[in-house]
C-alpha cells in the first residue's frame, strides 16, 4: 500500500505531467528529477548527497517502502542488550525538511526503463532522469528446504532489520538452562560477512550475563568464514565450550528445516534447536529483477569508476544489490558507493565536477563487552573491476584497551554513518 | 515544490543553539574522604595500577617527560592548571569557555570531569565516555597527580616536524582544492561528524591546518597508531591532504 502525502503526490505527477505536455525550450530548463528506490544505507545516501550538492537545482524522490528505517547494522548489539530498538531505528524528516526530498512512502514493482519511470504497487508511477536502484537484498526462501516466509514466523531470519530482529530477541531472552540454539548460517554472497558470527558473540553474551546453561551450534555451509580466528579466539576466552561451529566437512551438508519440529537435519545428524535462527541464501531486492539489471548471479553487475548499471545507462545500483568486485555487501560499502554515484549524476545532470572514484569500508564486530575488533579496506577501480588496494584487521591477542578502543570507534562510526544518511 | 534551505546553516545554528554552555554547579560523585586524604599520602611512589588505568587515555594524552600534544592535550602539570589554557593547543570553545569561566583541574574536578566528560563540560571534544568506578578514578588521579608532578614538560613541543618522514614546513603551503577536498571527504564524514558532534572519535572540525595536515602525516608513518586512520591516509596524496585540509578548515568549528 502506497501512502503518499496527498500534496507531495499531486506535486509529483503534476511535475511529471506537465513536461511531457511543454514544448521543448521550457521542458529543457525543468529540474532534472533523480528517483531513488530503497531508503536505506545506499539509497538515503544517494539522495542526501545529490540534494545537498546540488543545493536544490535536482528534484529527488525517495521511495521506501517503510515510514522509518532500523538499521542491519549494530541490530547484533540490539540482540545482544547493547542497544534499544529505538537507537537503531531513523526517520526521513530531516531529509524532507532540511534537503527537500520527497519522500514517497510504499513498494516499488516495476520500472519502464524505456519510458523512464518507476511503477508503485499502487499503479502511480514516477518520472525519472536518472534513477538510484538500492533495494538492499531478498531472501532466497527455497534455499533451504522447508524454510519459507511462513516458517520465518517461528524460527527468524532476522536478516533484515526490523520485526524479525524484534522477535528474535524475544526468543533469545526467552531461552532458558539446558536448551540449544541452532543458527543456520548463510551461503556466500551475503550482507555483512561478519554479521552471523557478532550474532553469535551475541546471543551467547546474553546467555552468560544472565547465567543461563545453554549451548549455541552453528551450521554453516562455508567452509571458512570472516574473521574467523578472531571470534573463535573470543569464544574461546568469553564464552568457554558454549559455542560449536561446523563447517560443511563436519556436518557434510544442509539438507533440511523443520521449523514446527524444531529441527535442522544434515548429512551427518538431526540438530534440535529451542531456537532456530535460519538465515538463507540471497539476491538482490526484487525490484532489481524485476527491473532486468541482474545477472544470472541474482545481483546487478556495474561499471567500477561510477556504480551505473551495465544494462542502461540512466540507473545506477549500489549496496547490496550491486556486484562490486572486492567490496563486501556492508553499510558501509553502500554508503561509500552512494557517494561515487551521487557525484557522477550530479556531474551529468548539472555539470559539476567528476573526481576519480574511490571506495572505503570498514566492518566492526563487538564480541563480548568492550571487545571490538574491525576489518577493513580501500578499494579503487582497476581493470573493470573494484579491487581492494590496502587493507587491515584487528590482530588475535590484542590488549583490552585497543579492543576497547575499537569498540567505542564503532559507536562513533555509527553515529557518523547515521548522520550520513539522515542528516 | 518543497523549499530547499541551507542545510549547514541550519546544522550551525541548531548546534550554537544547543548550548555550550559549561554545567557549573556539577556534583562530583563525591570520592571518598579517606581515598583523597590517602591519596596525597602516597604521592611519592606511582601506583603501577595507575599506570594501568591510564591505559585509557594513551592513546591520546602524553604525560611525562617530553610529553607532547597527541589526539588531546599533554597532561604534564595538569593539576592545578586553568581548563584550556595551553597556548599551542586547539581546545574546543566548551573547553575554554569553561577555563575563562574559572575551572581549574583539581583532583576533585578531574574526578567529576574522568566520570563523565560530556556531562560535565557540554560541547567538549573529548571522546571518551567516561571511567564509572570512583575507586578507579582516585587511583588514576593520584597517579597522574604524581608522574605529571614529577615531569613537568619544559618546553612542551606540539609536533616534531622533522621526525616525519615525507613531511616538510612547504606542505603546509600547499593550496587545496575544497571542492576535491568534499569529495574526499566524504569518506571522512562517515566517522568524524562535519557538525563537529563527537562520540566516540574525534572531531576534525575546526582544527588548525597545520595540526590536521601533521596529524594526517603521523598516520601515514606510523607515528599514530590508529589501523582505520593509516588506511585512510595511507595512499593520500600530498594534493589530496591539502584538499582535505582545506575543505575542513572551511567548515565551521562546535
Ligand atoms: C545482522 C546484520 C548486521 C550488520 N552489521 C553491519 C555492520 O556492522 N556494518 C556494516 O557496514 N554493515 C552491516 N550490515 C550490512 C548492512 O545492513 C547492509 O549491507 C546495508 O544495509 C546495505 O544497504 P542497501 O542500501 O543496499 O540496502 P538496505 O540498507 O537494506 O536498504 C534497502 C531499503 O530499500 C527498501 N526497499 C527494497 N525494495 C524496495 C522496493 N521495491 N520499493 C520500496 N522500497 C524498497 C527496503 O525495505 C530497505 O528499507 C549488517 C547486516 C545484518 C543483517
Redesign the interface.
Known amino acids: 500500500m502506497t501512502r503518499v502525502n496527498r500534496r ?1 503526490f499531486s ?1 509529483l505527477l503534476g ?1 511529471g505531467a506537465a513536461s511531457l505536455s511543454l514544448p521543448y525550450y521550457a521542458r529543457a530548463q525543468a529540474k532534472p528529477r533523480v528517483v531513488v528506490i530503497g531508503g536505506g544505507a545506499g539509497g538515503a545516501t544517494a539522495a542526501r ?1 545529490i ?3 546540488s ?2 537545482a535536482i ?1 529527488v524522490t525517495l521511495i521506501d517502502d517503510s515510514e522509518t528505517f532500523t538499521t542491519c547494522f549494530f541490530s547484533n548489539l540490539y540482540l545482544g542488550g547493547f542497544r534499544d530498538f529505538g537507537s537503531i531505528t531513523h526517520g526521513y524528516d530531516k531529509l ?7 519522500k514517497v512512502t510504499g513498494m516499488a514493482t516495476g520500472v519502464d526503463r524505456g519510458a523512464k519511470t518507476v511503477t508503485m504497487a499502487d499503479g502511480a508511477t514516477i518520472p525519472y532522469d536518472r534513477l538510484v536502484v538500492s533495494p538492499g537484498i531478498d531472501l532466497i526462501w527455497d534455499s533451504i528446504e522447508g524454510y519459507s516466509e511462513e516458517a520465518a514466523q517461528i524460527a527468524p531470519h532476522a536478516w533484515k532489520a526490523g520485526p524479525q530482529t524484534q522477535l528474535l530477541k524475544e526468543k533469545l531472552d526467552a531461552v532458558s538452562n539446558g536448551q540449544q540454539i541452532v543458527m543456520v548460517a548463510p551461503p556466500n554472497p551475503y550482507r555483512c560477512p561478519p554479521g552471523p558470527y557478532e550474532r553469535i558473540s551475541m546471543m551467547a553474551h546474553v546467555l552468560k550475563s544472565k547465567g543461563v546453561d545453554a549451548k549455541i551450534i552453528v551450521l554453516d555451509p562455508k567452509e571458512k568464514f570472516s574473521k574467523q580466528g578472531l571470534f573463535q579466539e573470543g569464544w574461546e576466552k568469553h564464552y568457554p565450550g558454549m559455542v560449536e561451529w561446523y563447517g560443511p566437512d563436519v556436518h557434510g551438508g544442509i539438507k533440511s528445516v523443520d521449523v514446527a519440529a524444531g529441527t535442522v537435519e544434515t548429512d551427518l545428524d538431526t540438530f534440535k534447536g529451542d531456537l532456530l535462527n535460519i538465515i538463507p541464501a540471497q539476491k538482490a531486492g526484487m525490484i532489481a529483477a524485476a527491473a532486468g539489471l541482474t545477472d544470472d548471479s541474482g545481483f546487478c553487475p556495474i561499471d567500477a569508476t561510477s556504480m551505473r548499471s551495465t544494462v542502461d545507462e540512466n540507473i545506477f545500483v549500489i549496496g547490496d544489490a550491486s556486484i562490486a568486485g572486492a567490496m563486501p555487501k556492508s553499510g ?1 560499502s553502500a ?2 558507493q552512494a ?1 561515487v554515484a551521487a ?1 557522477n549524476i550530479r556531474g551529468e545532470l548539472i555539470s559539476s ?1 567528476v ?1 576519480p572514484a ?1 571506495y ?1 569500508n ?1 566492518c566492526w564486530s563487538l564480541i563480548e563487552t568492550d571487545d571490538g575488533v ?1 576489518v ?3 578499494y579503487a577501480p582497476s581493470e573493470g573491476k573494484i579491487a581492494s ?4 584487521i ?1 590482530q588475535t591477542g590484542e ?1 583490552a ?1 585497543v579492543r ?2 575499537t569498540y ?6 555509527y ?3 547515521t ?2 544518511m539522515f ?1 | 515544490m518543497p523549499t530547499r534551505t541551507t542545510v549547514r546553516m541550519t546544522v550551525f545554528s541548531m548546534l550554537l543553539a544547543a548550548g555550550m554552555g559549561v554545567a557549573t554547579a556539577t556534583s562530583p560523585a563525591p570520592a571518598n574522604a579517606q581515598q583523597m586524604a590517602n591519596a596525597q599520602q602516597t604521592a611519592a611512589e606511582p601506583d603501577p595500577a595507575g599506570e594501568r588505568l591510564f591505559r585509557a587515555c594513551k592513546s591520546c594524552h602524553e604525560v611525562g617527560a617530553n610529553a607532547k600534544h597527541k589526539v588531546g592535550p599533554h597532561l604534564d602539570g595538569v593539576i592545578g592548571r586553568i581548563a584550556g589554557s595551553l597556548e599551542d593547543f586547539r581546545y574546543s570553545k566548551a573547553m575554554r569557555a569553561a577555563g575563562e569561566g574559572g575551572l581549574a583541574w583539581s583532583e576533585e574536578n578531574l574526578h567529576a570531569y574522568l566520570a563523565k566528560p560530556r556531562d560535565f563540560i557540554p560541547g567538549n571534544r573529548m571522546s571518551y565516555r567516561g571511567m564509572a568506578s570512583a575507586e578507579d578514578r582516585t587511583t588514576l588521579i593520584t597517579w597522574l597527580a604524581n608522574v605529571s608532578a614529577a615531569a613537568p614538560a619544559e618546553n612542551p613541543v606540539s609536533e616534531q616536524t622533522s621526525a616525519i618522514p615525507g613531511f616538510s614546513e612547504a606542505l603546509l603551503e600547499v593550496e587545496g582544492d575544497p571542492e576535491y577536498g568534499e569529495y574526499l571527504a566524504g569518506e571522512c564524514v562517515t566517522c568524524h561528524q562535519p557538525t563537529g558532534h563527537v562520540e566516540g572519535i574525534p572531531s576534525i572540525v575546526g582544527l588548525p591546518r597545520d595540526y590536521f595536515i601533521r596529524s594526517l602525516f603521523e598516520y601515514k608513518n606510523n607515528i599514530r597508531s590508529n589501523e582505520v586512520m593509516k588506511l585512510r591516509v595511507g595512499n593520500l596524496s600530498n594534493e589530496e591532504i591539502a584538499a582535505l585540509a582545506a575543505y575542513f578548515g572551511s567548515l565551521e568549528p562546535q
Open positions: 507531495q506535486t511535475a548527497y540534494a545537498k550538492d543545493e536544490g528534484d524532507q525538511s532540511d534537503y527537500g526530498i520527497t558501509f554508503n561509500s557517494k557525484m565536477k573526481f574511490k572505503s570498514t574491525k577493513g579496506a580501500q588496494t590496502s587493507s587491515f584487528s590488549d584497551a576497547k578502543a567505542e570507534e564503532s559507536i562513533g562510526w553515529a557518523g554513518i548522520a550520513d542528516g
